[in-house]
């Protein structure tokens, strides 16, 4: 309609509303785009046992190599990707990518997939979920799924029943950035976790604020008598590794460790 007056007056004039729409339209195709014409990729950031200092596994994060804009991070587009149910597809590719990746690793060595709260409104997760692990002959012990508690928040039984059936074929699954919600203890409760996440917030006040040592000790404690183990996430200095093995931590993520690496730097890594 106000195409004739030129894009410039068009956008200037055009109320804010509108804008984000045609904004986040935009996104989309270029999403879709994406998509087709595989312009995703997989970064993977190693977990470190903490009995033994071994390897545990690596978690998978989405990476957009973008023609123009270069590698656009997922704080950038997973959102839009949500509000526009592209994270449907995409996080199918996710998984599917992951999982192929994971079968050439070495048997106990596990991988983690970041799931979004959109991707349970369909209900047909677990599908997609056994599809991903049977065509990639990954054994589903080995798969991790990452959830925030945006997942439970939206609560529906058909959620716990999923994840449920998930956990029952030997599918882990974690709580993301755990403490950074609302009443992250109440999921506990509603959900036996394997593994808690300790957001890297926690972290990063380690050896600046006793009240996030003590905070770190307790979510350890809490996590062992509930049967659950512990991530930290955002480990960057010796100092703070020190004390989450002090902490009795099982798991600890970071860039002490490593960055996430592209996929054909996960064998090396594994001196494989
Ligand atoms: P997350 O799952 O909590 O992942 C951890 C984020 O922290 C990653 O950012 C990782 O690169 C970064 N990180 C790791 N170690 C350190 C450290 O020592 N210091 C600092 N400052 N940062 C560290 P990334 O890759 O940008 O991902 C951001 C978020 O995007 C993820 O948070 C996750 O919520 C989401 N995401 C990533 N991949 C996917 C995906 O495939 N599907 C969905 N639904 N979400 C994804
Ligand atoms: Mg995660
Ligand atoms: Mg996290
Ligand atoms: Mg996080």
Excluded at 66 to 74: A, D, E, K, N
Excluded at 109 to 114: F, G, I, L, T
Excluded at 149 to 163: K, M, P, R, W, Y
Excluded at 210 to 235: K, Y
Aim: aromatic share 6%; charged share 25%; net charge negative.
């Amino acid at each position: 309609r106000a195409k004739a007056e030129g894009r410039g007056t068009h956008r200037f004039f055009e109320p804010a509303m509108d804008v984000a729409i045609q904004a986040r339209r935009t996104v989309e195709i270029d999403l879709r785009t994406a998509l087709a014409e595989q312009h995703f990729a997989l970064a993977f950031q190693p977990f470190l046992g903490l009995s033994g200092d071994r390897i545990a596994g690596f978690e998978a994060l989405l990476r957009w190599h973008h023609p123009v804009r270069g590698v656009v991070s997922p704080a950038a587009f997973v959102p839009v990707a949500e509000e526009t149910g592209m994270i449907v597809p995409l996080g199918e590719w996710v998984l599917r990518q992951a999982c192929r990746e994971a079968a050439r690793w070495p048997e106990g060595v596990r991988v983690s997939v970041n799931l979004s709260p959109v991707q349970f409104r369909g209900g047909d997760i677990d599908a997609v979920v056994i599809a991903a692990l049977r065509d990639a002959g990954l054994d589903p012990r080995r798969l991790e799924l990452e959830i925030t508690e945006g997942v439970l928040l939206q609560d529906s039984e058909s959620t716990l029943a999923i994840l449920h059936r998930l956990k029952r074929l030997g599918v882990r699954i974690a709580m993301d950035d755990f403490g950074t919600g609302y009443s992250s203890l109440g999921y506990l409760r509603a959900f036996p976790f394997d593994k808690i996440k300790i957001d890297r917030s926690f972290v990063a006040d380690l050896s600046v604020r006793p009240d996030a040592l003590a905070i770190v000790r307790a979510v350890t404690t809490l996590a062992d008598s509930l049967g659950m183990t512990t991530t930290a996430e955002g480990v960057e200095t010796e100092e703070q590794l020190a004390h989450l093995r002090a902490a009795g931590c099982t798991e600890v993520q970071g860039y002490l460790i490593s960055r996430p690496v592209p996929a054909d730097a996960v064998a090396p890594m594994l001196g494989a």
